[in-house]
């Protein structure tokens, strides 16, 4: 008889009754839980690894204790719930990329790849600093504010230095009837009436060409080349000077604007400056000047023939 009576017993806790643990956290009561191996693995996972994302790691200083009993079938597990309230007294650690230049951070990023390919661009965009700008891994309790590959790449480039070759810029020497090739191409700065010619007379040497047209005509570059002179000098009033070989020069002189700057980089047909009558003027023009080697030539042989 006391083997059925256990028997019914036992039989009853089954259908009634079914095997849980009860959580606990800091003495505190936080639920229940069927399996406590799956609770406790996945709180272990998030302190190890993080969430996969930005967060690396985890401390966690205290862990849930687990007490086995028995409860009617109703009462329902609730691991979310246990879960987020373990990991709310955690204090994550976020993993980043920090993007450094002279030992100073200066950029975050969430990937390695991220920082691969900004210290790619700048190489392949040959940043001065590309040598000296490099990334490492970071942890910290702080989370970053990332900033985009674009971003940072405009932000840390830095223009190699131009090195400017010096052009010795001498006083022209005259050369009457030279019309040898120049070796490039030259194109009309401005179109207008030719009101002065090269060569010699009463009061000097003329050499260079003036077309008169109206003030403000942009002056086009009659070639390709680097401007080595743009300032104000003396008779000639605002003057740009281009250097096209190392010995073709072009001047443009009395402009009333100069557009360029030395050591830029210029094509031919690119507006440099525009008509004037500053300095040595009556009117507006263009005093036009191609020197060879320091040696003026006419430019009617080469334009406005």
Same mark, same amino acid.
């Given at each position: 008889?006391?083997?059925?009576?256990?028997? =019914?017993?036992?039989?009853?806790?089954?259908?009634?009754?079914?095997?849980?643990?009860?959580?606990?956290?800091?003495?505190?009561?936080?639920?229940?839980?069927?399996?406590?191996?799956?609770?406790?693995?996945? =709180?272990?996972?998030?302190?190890?690894?993080?969430?996969?994302?930005?967060?690396?790691?985890?401390?966690?200083?205290?862990?849930?204790?687990?007490?086995?009993?028995?409860?009617?079938?109703?009462?329902?597990?609730?691991?979310?719930?246990?879960?987020?309230?373990?990991?709310?007294?955690?204090?994550?650690?976020?993993?980043?990329?920090?993007?450094?230049?002279?030992?100073?951070?200066?950029?975050?990023?969430?990937?390695?790849?991220?920082?691969?390919?900004? =210290?790619?661009?700048?190489?392949?965009?040959?940043?001065?600093?590309?040598?000296?700008?490099?990334?490492?891994?970071?942890?910290?309790?702080?989370?970053?504010?990332?900033?985009?590959?674009?971003?940072?790449?405009?932000?840390?480039?830095?223009?190699?230095?131009?090195?400017?070759?010096?052009?010795?810029?001498?006083?022209?020497?005259?050369?009457?009837?030279?019309?040898?090739?120049?070796?490039?191409?030259?194109?009309?700065?401005?179109?207008?009436?030719?009101?002065?010619?090269?060569?010699?007379?009463?009061?000097?040497?003329?050499?260079?060409?003036?077309?008169?047209?109206?003030?403000?005509?942009?002056?086009?570059?009659?070639?390709?080349?680097?401007? =080595?002179?743009?300032?104000?000098?003396?008779?000639?009033?605002?003057?740009?000077?281009?250097?096209?070989?190392?010995?073709?020069?072009?001047?443009?002189?009395?402009?009333?604007?100069?557009?360029?700057?030395?050591?830029?980089?210029?094509?031919?047909?690119?507006?440099?400056?525009?008509?004037?009558?500053?300095?040595?003027?009556?009117?507006?023009?263009?005093?036009?000047?191609?020197?060879?080697?320091?040696?003026?030539?006419?430019?009617?042989?080469?334009?406005?023939?």
């Amino acid at each position: 008889m006391l083997l059925i009576g256990l028997a =019914i017993i036992g039989f009853l806790v089954f259908v009634v009754y079914r095997p849980m643990y009860s959580v606990s956290l800091n003495g505190d009561f936080i639920g229940y839980t069927e399996d406590r191996s799956k609770l406790q693995k996945k =709180i272990t996972n998030y302190m190890n690894k993080g969430d996969n994302n930005t967060i690396a790691f985890v401390e966690i200083d205290d862990l849930p204790e687990y007490n086995l009993c028995l409860l009617k079938k109703g009462l329902t597990a609730n691991d979310d719930e246990i879960f987020s309230k373990v990991i709310s007294s955690g204090v994550p650690y976020y993993k980043y990329y920090a993007i450094i230049e002279n030992n100073e951070e200066k950029y975050y990023v969430q990937s390695y790849t991220e920082a691969e390919a900004i =210290i790619d661009q700048l190489k392949q965009q040959n940043s001065q600093n590309k040598d000296s700008v490099t990334y490492t891994l970071k942890y910290g309790t702080e989370l970053k504010e990332f900033t985009n590959k674009e971003t940072a790449v405009a932000a840390l480039y830095k223009q190699m230095p131009v090195v400017k070759k010096k052009t010795k810029i001498v006083t022209a020497k005259y050369v009457n009837n030279s019309n040898s090739a120049l070796g490039i191409a030259l194109a009309q700065p401005v179109s207008g009436t030719i009101t002065s010619r090269f060569g010699r007379r009463s009061s000097g040497t003329h050499t260079g060409l003036d077309i008169a047209t109206s003030l403000g005509t942009p002056i086009r570059a009659a070639a390709s080349g680097t401007v =080595i002179y743009s300032a104000y000098k003396g008779s000639y009033g605002n003057l740009v000077i281009i250097a096209h070989t190392d010995s073709i020069q072009t001047y443009y002189a009395h402009c009333s604007k100069l557009l360029v700057n030395v050591g830029q980089q210029v094509n031919q047909g690119d507006i440099i400056a525009a008509v004037g009558s500053t300095g040595n003027s009556t009117g507006p023009h263009l005093h036009l000047e191609i020197r060879v080697n320091g040696e003026a030539r006419n430019p009617q042989y080469y334009l406005y023939n």
